[in-house]
């Protein structure tokens, strides 16, 4: 059975930092694009983040040069540090997992496979 178990978030203060961490068991972790989404209350799901196998990542805009995705394959582990929080960070935050293919897209929701239960993440102003 594939599990994803997403955890770290929390409420913190504009400006301050929190990482999140997913740990994957039942699969093959090291063969996987891993992603992370984030929906906020009355929004779409929005992709944040992911690494591909080989450590190539790819980022939002509005998150570039604030978020870092890395992967542990050691520890099935992929996180998520998010510094410079901002109000508008607030969401339920995802980590997906998906089999790397040749040609797919990193940044679609609907490419990835397995999913989280999430963890919330509040900015407060």
């Known amino acids: 059975q594939v599990q994803l178990v997403e955890s770290g978030g929390g409420l913190v203060q504009a400006g301050d930092s929190l990482r999140l961490s997913c740990v994957v068991s039942g699969r093959s972790f090291s063969n996987d694009v891993m992603g992370w989404f984030r929906q906020a209350p009355g929004k779409e799901r929005e992709f944040v983040a992911a690494i591909r196998r080989n450590g190539f990542t790819y980022y939002a805009d509005d998150v570039k040069a604030r978020f870092t995705i890395f992967r542990d394959n050691a520890r099935n582990t992929v996180a998520l540090q998010m510094n410079s929080l901002k109000p508008e960070d607030t969401a339920v935050y995802y980590c997906?997992?998906?089999?790397?293919?040749?040609?797919?897209?990193?940044?679609?929701?609907?490419?990835?496979?397995?999913w989280g239960q999430g963890t919330q993440v509040t900015v407060s102003s």
């Open positions: 997906a997992s998906v089999l790397e293919r040749i040609i797919m897209s990193p940044m679609t929701a609907r490419t990835y496979d397995y």
